[in-house]
């Protein structure tokens, strides 16, 4: 018996030789198109932004870019009834923004050796007003619906709220004059079933205001629980009203 090998013959190894480089040239080319795609699509970007000097009068979404290029992390508005998909995008950084009654909120985060966090209130004019530094990275951020407040949610601790020893701290600033009504949220009285209610881990977020601006909403955590609070500013008191209620909204 012959155990000896056998070379391919030259007809395979072209055959083998052309496939080969057909796979090659295959995924040249469609690297070359995913890169003339992007490049398009950059462009179309480019062309469709122009400068927010503003918040626009007409009904429009307030938004924080998060595509590539120079705009990334940028506050942008969009006219919801802009034909052509234009976006006016401002000078300023935010990571977390809302606005109402033309005036807003911005939370920014600084991000370098050592990353610091702020807040601004700014005017119709993109002018800011007050400014405040954070305790934490920027988790929430809500006006109420005449302008005259604003609440702020950070995270102390952790970065989700589904992280096991995460801790948060929500304020509440009159945003007419610049002043912290609330520094911290676990500062005010919680009653549930008419009696005090208490306990060390308590965490708030996802504040939203009544229509009057008088009182608010908003998400207790307590021993892996949610509960919907209402909130009396005036009063600095908080009423447990259900469980199982997360981030309200008004």
Known sequence: MNNALTSPSPARVLAFLGVALAC?????AYAWWATQQRAQVAATITRTERALQSLP??????????????????????????????????????????????????????????????????????????????????????????????????????HSYSAPGFSTRTSIIDANSGRMLAVDLEAFAVIKDGQPFKAADFNFWGVTFTPDAKGFYATLQTDGRQWLVQGDLARQRMTVIAPNVECPSL
Do not use: Q, W
Not at 24 to 28: S, T, V, Y
Not at 116 to 143: Q, V, W
């Open 24 to 28: 090659i040239a295959a995924a040249g």
């Open 57 to 158: 009068a007409a009904p429009y979404l307030l938004l924080r870019v998060t595509g590539p290029g120079g705009s990334h992390g940028r506050m942008a508005a969009e006219a919801l009834d802009a034909g052509d998909g234009a976006r006016s995008v401002s000078t300023m950084n935010c990571d977390r923004v809302h606005a109402a009654a033309n005036r807003g909120i911005c939370l920014e985060a600084k991000r370098g050796a050592i990353t610091s966090y702020h807040a601004h209130l700014f005017d119709s004019s993109l002018r800011k007003t007050a400014s405040f530094d954070l305790a934490g990275a920027p988790s929430r951020t809500r006006m109420s619906a005449d302008g005259s407040l604003a609440a702020t949610t950070v995270f102390i601790s952790g």
